[in-house]
């Protein structure tokens, strides 16, 4: 019944931030620090009761894991700041599978299941990025046939897919056909993607807002100074609040500050498919 009971609290929390992501492009902190909270405090009492320090283990082991690999995606501008917290908190709260949910799903686990989770995060963020990309480009009314055309695209990129594909053709065994027709598509579509995502990201993620409306983790697109002391770098990951203050100091009235994506609905299909159906490629 604890498992079903987790269950649902990491669900609800992820509905609230996903709306809250959407709304305001935050995730309140006491969201991911509740789940880190109860996933640690349900760890140490299966751990006590049992007498088995492998709960604890798995939960600390996942945290740390996952925590570090998040803010390697924070400090490259990949994830906010609250992404990284939110995923911290659901592995600290399910390191492996929770047994009580098989007696409802049957996923496929046959691999770890913190490693069925990442993957699906991956998998459906990259989806669900480029749906977003998509509704970007059409609210701001941008021309993306025309704007491609302003980027070279090598037509290596256009005849490989093409080679590999006449290959396939010939090939009789059937993995090396599914194998060559994947490097093909992956050829074609790397390139594309990253064109999309450049003019996804110029066009519409850039927006000027007033100094007095910045929150911590904003990521502003110049250095700024005080008292000609840097106290914002461009490269830096996100503003902190000291930085706010300082600012607010200056003489500016607005700023450029690029959007991220609000990455936290993804998590949320990620994590009910983890849950539901497990592993989608089966070993």
């Known amino acids: 019944m604890i498992d079903v009971l987790l ?23 006491w969201l991911s620090y509740s789940l880190i909270i109860i996933g640690f405090g349900n760890a140490l009492l299966k751990s006590l009761i049992l007498g088995d320090i492998k709960f604890l283990f798995y939960s600390l082991a996942a945290f740390s894991l996952v925590f570090l690999f998040s803010a390697l995606l924070y400090y490259t501008k990949q994830w906010g700041g609250g992404d990284v917290k939110l995923i911290a908190g659901l592995v600290t709260l399910f390191p492996v599978y929770p047994e009580e949910l098989l007696n409802y799903f049957g996923p496929n686990l046959d691999i770890p299941f913190i490693l069925i989770l990442f993957l699906n995060i991956i998998i459906f963020g990259a989806l669900y990025s480029i749906v977003y990309g998509i509704y970007l480009l059409i609210k701001n009314k941008i021309d993306f046939l025309n704007e491609i055309k302003k980027y070279d695209i090598k037509k290596i990129y256009l005849i490989s897919p093409l080679v590999t594909l006449i290959i396939s053709i ?6 090396l056909k599914l194998f060559l027709l994947s490097i093909g598509i992956l050829i074609l579509i790397t390139p594309m993607l990253t064109v999309f995502v450049k003019i996804v990201e110029k066009k519409c993620m850039f927006k000027k807002i007033p100094v007095k409306k ?8 110049k250095n700024i100074y005080y008292k000609n002391k840097l106290i914002y770098n461009k490269n830096s990951p996100g503003i902190t609040k000291l930085q706010i203050v300082l600012i607010k100091k200056t003489k500016l009235k607005d700023v450029i500050v690029k959007e991220g994506v609000p990455f936290i609905p993804s998590f949320l299909i990620a994590f009910l498919i ?7 490629f089966k070993i």
């Open 7 to 29: 269950f649902i609290i990491a669900l609800v929390w992820l509905i609230f931030a996903s709306i809250s992501d959407l709304k305001t492009r935050e995730v309140p902190d």
């Open 170 to 175: 010939f090939t009789k065994d059937l993995f």
């Open 214 to 221: 910045l929150t911590e983790g904003d990521w502003i697109n």
């Open 274 to 280: 983890s849950i539901i159906i497990g592993n989608l």
